[in-house]
């Protein structure tokens, strides 16, 4: 069985690191590569490679979406998908994205969130944080992505004059990639004042963002336990569209201790 995470850029993926460390722990013949599309594409062509599933990252989450002949749980209300896998010469479509999210933040009790950016995955955070029926209110540097919330507050930087406390603030900009914040000090050191938890979606480096919010005394969390938990999930709907059982829980412990 051999899948792959498709992207572009795909260099810096720690995907196939996850997946094959959990075919090697769970003893199942697999292999997970990634592969870097260099233009949109009908993704049926990964079935002609031999591909039973994959997972999609940047920027193809959306024309993903609309290659699916079938769509499951949240992606719909998303529009896009991270993970798919053929079946019957059908693409069937999921985000874990979300869920993988959700799983980070679920001990927690939060009333309301900010969610700075508002790309591919700030809309699925806000979708699942909706359906969790947490107050979600997105803020952006500027306006047009911003039309794809409906139902949502929305700001951009200039308009946004908060007129409550957010307990949840996540940074869903790669900011932090170019080392600097993802709005201005000055209107991030306010709104942190009344935060529980900062959450970076970035992984593996203290973001500027994270750093400020440290210095605040409030919880923090970069994006490492979100890339687990949706690749957790992933990995379920790429073994059940095989009919492969394995151990659950063991498929968890080895992806969570795994040292990224
Ligand atoms: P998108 O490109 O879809 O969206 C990026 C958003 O960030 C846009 O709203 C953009 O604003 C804004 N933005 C970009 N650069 C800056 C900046 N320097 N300062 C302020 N705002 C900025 O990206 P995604 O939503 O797909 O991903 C966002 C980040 O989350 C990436 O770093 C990605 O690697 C990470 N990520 C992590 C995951 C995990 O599992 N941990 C999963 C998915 C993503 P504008 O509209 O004005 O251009």
Redesign the pocket.
Known sequence: MQFAVVGNPINHSLSPLLHNYAFEVLGINAFYGRYCLDKEKDFRFLQTLGLKGANI???F?EIAFSSCDETFGIAKKIQAVNTIVFCNNKIFGYNT?AM??YECIASFKFKNTLI????????ALACILQEKNIDTTIL???S??LTSFRGFETYTFDSFKPKKAYDLIIN???????N????HKEQLIEILKQAQLAFD???GRETPFLQLAQSSKILIQD??D??VY?AILAFEIFMQSQGVVFDKNLLREAMKNFEL
Request: avoid cysteine; hydrophobic fraction near 35%.
């Open positions: 990252t940047i920027p989450k994205d993988g999210f700075l950016g508002a790309g591919g995955s700030a809309k952006n540097r500027s047009e992505r869903a900009t790669p900011s932090g990639l170019e600097s914040f993802p709005i979606l970035v992984y994006g490492k979100m890339l949706q």
